[in-house]
């Protein structure tokens, strides 16, 4: 067993009777407090706390994990979309994940913190074409530097545009298979995304238990927890690397 699947498993078994804590509107401000109190304040008054516990792995083809979620979860449905994801460019806004779902909605999560293997997500905003002004102060807040005028917020064109060049903008192609079991919900997904195909596997539930005692049970097969901007940023530099040496 490698060591950081060993890590993986210790971890899973110190915390899984913890349970997140309940949100405050500061609580957005990420470790650095990149953000002001004040800011921190207006976006806590606006902002939806969804929030979830997730694990995501990247195997290159279907792996112990996945097969345990076709034989014992039930089937839901394929989905076939794709999604703009508008990865901030400031360090300080690492904790973000924002995209535009199917050319749509927008939708902002925040990483929260790590429980062991497990990331607490929070979705702190999720509307449709066009936004409600309010967005405004989260966006500039997200990504410090925009400016947001002249009908940026009216459709996913306008918004991508008025955040050039302050954010990365990553095109992921998905089919998306999502499985259902108790408060658990699954997907297996493959995805297109800067010339790359490979798959995803992801957990998601609303408590932080049922999860931890599923990974639990993988064993020594679990992989490192990575998400979306994470695996994308990581794309990124592996591309402009490429582009340097030739």
Request: net charge positive; glycine share 6%; with cysteine.
């Amino acid at each position: 067993m490698s060591v950081i699947r060993r890590q993986i498993k210790i971890s899973i078994l110190t915390n899984c009777s913890l349970a997140p804590r309940e949100p405050d509107a500061n609580s957005i401000v990420r470790s650095g407090d990149c953000l002001s109190t004040g800011t921190a304040f207006m976006m806590g008054r606006i902002l939806k706390w969804d929030m979830t516990c997730e694990y995501r792995a990247w195997p290159d083809q279907d792996d112990a994990l996945a097969a345990t979620i076709r034989r014992h979860f039930q089937s839901r449905h394929r989905e076939d979309r794709t999604d703009d994801y508008l990865l901030p460019v400031s360090r300080c806004s690492l904790s973000f994940l924002p995209k535009i779902r199917a050319g749509k909605k927008f939708e902002i999560k925040q990483k929260i913190r790590t429980e062991g293997a497990i990331e607490i997500w929070r979705r702190i905003l999720s509307e449709s074409f066009p936004l409600h002004p309010n967005a405004q102060r989260v966006l500039e807040a997200v990504y410090p530097g925009a400016r947001f005028s002249g009908g940026a917020l009216d459709t996913p064109g306008r918004l991508v545009g008025a955040l050039m060049p302050n954010a990365f903008i990553c095109r992921v192609r998905k089919t998306r298979l999502t499985f259902r079991k108790g408060a658990c919900k699954a997907e297996i997904t493959q995805i297109e995304a800067l010339g790359k195909e490979t798959l995803t596997v992801a957990l998601e539930c609303s408590k932080l238990a049922p999860l931890a005692d599923y990974l639990q049970k993988q064993g020594s097969s679990l992989l490192p927890n990575i998400d979306y901007g994470t695996w994308l940023r990581a794309q990124l530099k592996r591309h402009h690397s490429l582009c340097t040496m030739q």
